[in-house]
């Protein structure tokens, strides 16, 4: 007997996270388009980790959240994942025009049907509450099926609309990312980028994700550096004051004085002043 339940993780949308799902006794490879069963109905998706034994106790998740994966997907599934897309998006054209008319202050974003039509989700953004009660009843009015509206914030609405960051590259949050990770100025700071929101902030207008990404090395190498303001001196005897750093280049900029410019020099070359920092 296994210890444990064998799982894949499945991407149902691009929008969407990848969670992952019981396999059963079904034989999964990555790459197999499947059809799960999830809080909102079926969904049509693709595997794309798996399979694995995890420990539901262990990864602290009830057993009775972990859904399966119901079969492989057929031809008939196709044919109705294909009516859907149709659907979803007459559905959004509709129930845009319904918010404007009821003036209500929210931005479509998505519609996402299950693929046995047992309910539609509506994603939107706001910054505010909405009483949506009236745009539901026309929805429901409109499609026969139970509503959903759920409000997302403006990092879930860059995954799904998706767009280039300033790289120039894909959004990661479309591109790769299943979960957003807390950002900070201080990770700016400490990689000594230029706090401009236009060069640290992505297409939803916050903090860029990829901040994260090198930040523990920068954290792990700025031990090597003396911090800024600290006052030094370089091996030819030279003084000043540390105003910047190049980690990844191993150098400091020192400031030699009001109006004696500055130098760059290897850190190896410095040593910090007794009582120096400022």
Known sequence: MKDGIEVVWVKVDDGLPVKFYAVGSLDLKV?????????????????VKGPKLIDPDREGIPIEEITPVLRIATQEDKGRLKKNKKLEEEAFRFCKERIEARELPMKLVKVKASLDRRRIMFFFTSDRRVDFRALVRDLARKYRTRIEMRQIGIRDEAKMIGGLGPCGQVACCKLFLNKFHSVSV?????????????????????LMCCLSYEYPIYQELAKEFPKVGEKVKTSTGVEGEVISANIIDRKVIVSLGEGKGQITVPVDEVTPLKGGRQ
Not at 32 to 41: A, K, T
Not at 186 to 206: D, F, H, T, V, W
């Open 186 to 206: 201080k990770m700016a700071k400490e990689q000594y980028l230029m706090l401009n929101p236009s060069k640290i902030s992505g297409i939803c207008g916050r």
């Open 31 to 47: 790459g197999d388009e499947v059809v799960v069963e999830d809080m909102i109905g079926e969904l049509y998706g693709v595997v």
